[in-house]
T-cell receptor, first 112, second 113 residues
Framework: AAGVIQSPRHLIKEKRETATLKCYPIPRHDTVYWYQQGPGQDPQFLISFYEKMQSDKGSIPDRFSAQQFSDYHSELNMSSLELGDSALYFC???????????FGPGTRLLVL | GENVEQHPSTLSVQEGDSAVIKCTYSDSASNYFPWYKQELGKRPQLIIDIRSNVGEKKDQRIAVTLNKTAKHFSLHITETQPEDSAVYFCAASRGGGADGLTFGKGTHLIIQP
């Protein structure tokens, strides 16, 4: 079965640079969630979108923004990167407003 | 906001024995409680979930119980196998509105051969 696709899988950036992470949900899924997971930590919810509208907001820094496009894929834009932004970034998707979230393989971001 | 506490942080059991992981939550409006298994560097994988209108749910060797009054839910794994070794996260959300999950800190389950 098709799963959530994230790209790139690995990304290395310098401090103060920008990064864009992409997420392609499971086919027919119209809800997307973004999570940040630091080393040895639990995933922290950043933001979610349903039908291209922001739905819920968590601990997303002001330096980050995200959107969902007409084909339901989503992009997380990160600016003025800091060392502390180094983490695994997971995207998850669900069908409509169903609670069950399926996670993608993640993007590992390293900020030097 | 929601706060989820999870215990223990590390659990070591003999292969074939049972493992129990416990979580408590703070938001009485939460009504969806999933459990995820995560291997090192991999994605969280949903293993079982329960909604507030159900007290217990079972899927083969895995079961989850929910006590809404006490705001407490638990994961039970029976007949543990080496492949059960991983980090397990409990989570909670209000559900039904594309709500983000609030996770516990995780339990590192070690299955001793």
């Amino acid at each position: 079965a098709a799963g959530v696709i994230q790209s790139p899988r690995h990304l290395i950036k310098e401090k103060r640079e920008t990064a864009t992470l992409k997420c392609y949900p499971i086919p027919r899924h119209d809800t997307v969630y973004w999570y940040q997971q630091g080393p040895g930590q639990d995933p922290q919810f950043l933001i979610s979108f349903y039908e291209k509208m922001q739905s819920d907001k968590g601990s997303i820094p002001d330096r980050f923004s995200a959107q969902q496009f007409s084909d339901y894929h989503s992009e997380l834009n990160m600016s003025s990167l800091e060392l502390g932004d180094s983490a695994l970034y997971f995207c998850a998707s669900s069908l409509g407003l169903e609670e069950t979230q399926y996670f993608g393989p993640g993007t590992r971001l390293l900020v030097l | 906001g929601e706060n989820v506490e999870q215990h223990p942080s590390t659990l070591s059991v003999q292969e074939g024995d049972s493992a129990v992981i416990k979580c408590t939550y703070s938001d009485s409006a939460s009504n969806y409680f999933p459990w995820y298994k995560q291997e090192l560097g991999k994605r969280p994988q949903l293993i079982i979930d329960i909604r507030s209108n159900v007290g217990e749910k079972k899927d083969q060797r895995i079961a989850v119980t929910l006590n809404k009054t006490a705001k407490h839910f638990s994961l039970h794994i029976t007949e543990t196998q080496p492949e059960d070794s991983a980090v397990y996260f409990c989570a909670a959300s209000r559900g039904g509105g594309a709500d983000g999950l609030t996770f516990g800190k995780g339990t590192h389950l070690i299955i001793q051969p």
